[in-house]
């Protein structure tokens, strides 16, 4: 436990921090494990309170793959990934989207208002939010690629002052829904709203040359080193389509991109305001 002058402290360190991003807009993008942790999941949500508290205007994206994959067991579907995605077809997709905007968005707009937070949920199906497009083109297939982001509902909502809460679920200009990767999502939200920062908070602690060593972990790297990485496999698996979508918003308005461990306690608070930080920034250059 904190004694008074090291709480005091800490905010004195973190003062440089909430003067530079206060008013600015952070997308994060919220999954795997820790949402399932009840504790863990109470200090997301605290931590994404402290951060509108203190002026900055978080926009939540989520996932649900743990969430899902329960539900695909209940009714013997057996899931199927591709580098890191979700393939879906037409029983899954049902699935995802009662998952996903039915149960997960509504429990996390729920824990937001019930700390006094004005919290709306949303699908990228409300008010044109998200326009998709096929990703994989074969029959009885719903794993969809953002084509088109419309900013103008999430703008209105953090200009009064309330905070957008996303699942990851789009349709196509025939009204078809499609599930679509929750880094995706974040990803060009974060282009989209010119966004200060993205960040991914993950079941692992960022970037490694190897994913056993903690020490392995590489704390800042810039567009190039990442793709370089990408080249030569070090990054691989399920990082690969969140690497992308950091360097795709890189390349678009975002000017940095973090990817951080969701399961410790105050990742966000620890990576946002803080000099060391606690898992791995990627920036432009």
């Not at 949500?45 to 508290?53: G, V």
């Not at 010119?194 to 993950?202: D, F, G, H």
Request: with cysteine; aromatic share 6%; glycine share 8%.
């Amino acid at each position: 436990m904190l004694n008074n002058f090291q709480r005091v402290q800490a905010f004195s360190e973190a003062l440089p921090f909430i003067q530079s991003f206060s008013g600015t807009i952070m997308v994060i993008k919220y999954g795997g494990s820790a949402m399932i942790d009840i504790k863990l999941r109470s200090k997301v949500i605290e931590d994404i309170l402290f951060l509108f508290c203190i002026g900055i205007r978080p926009v939540l994206v989520h996932g649900g793959g743990p969430m899902i994959n329960s539900w695909l067991s209940r009714l013997d579907i057996e899931p199927k990934f591709k580098d890191g995605i979700r393939m879906t077809n037409k029983a899954t997709m049902e699935v995802v989207e009662m998952v996903l905007s039915g149960r997960v968005n509504k429990d996390l707009v729920t824990l937001l208002n019930q700390r006094n937070a004005n919290a709306i949920g949303l699908s990228g199906k409300d008010g044109n939010l998200i326009g998709v497009r096929k990703l994989f083109n074969q029959e009885d297939n719903y794993v969809g690629t953002v084509n088109y982001i419309n900013t103008q509902i999430i703008e209105l909502l953090l200009d009064n002052g309330y905070i957008p809460v996303i699942s990851s679920i789009g349709a196509d200009s025939q009204g078809c829904s499609y599930n679509i990767n929750a880094d995706t999502v974040a990803g060009a939200l974060a282009s989209s709203l010119k966004a200060e920062k993205l960040i991914l908070l993950t079941d692992t602690h960022g970037i490694m040359y190897d994913i056993d060593d903690f020490n392995t972990l590489i704390k800042r790297i810039d567009v190039i080193q990442a793709q370089n990485l990408k080249k030569n496999q070090v990054i691989s698996g399920g990082m690969i389509p969140k690497v992308e979508c950091c360097i795709k918003a890189l390349q678009n308005n975002v000017n940095a991109a973090h990817i951080i461990n969701g399961q410790v306690e105050h990742a966000l608070l620890l990576e946002v305001l803080t000099h060391e930080g606690i898992g791995s920034m990627l920036t432009p250059d």
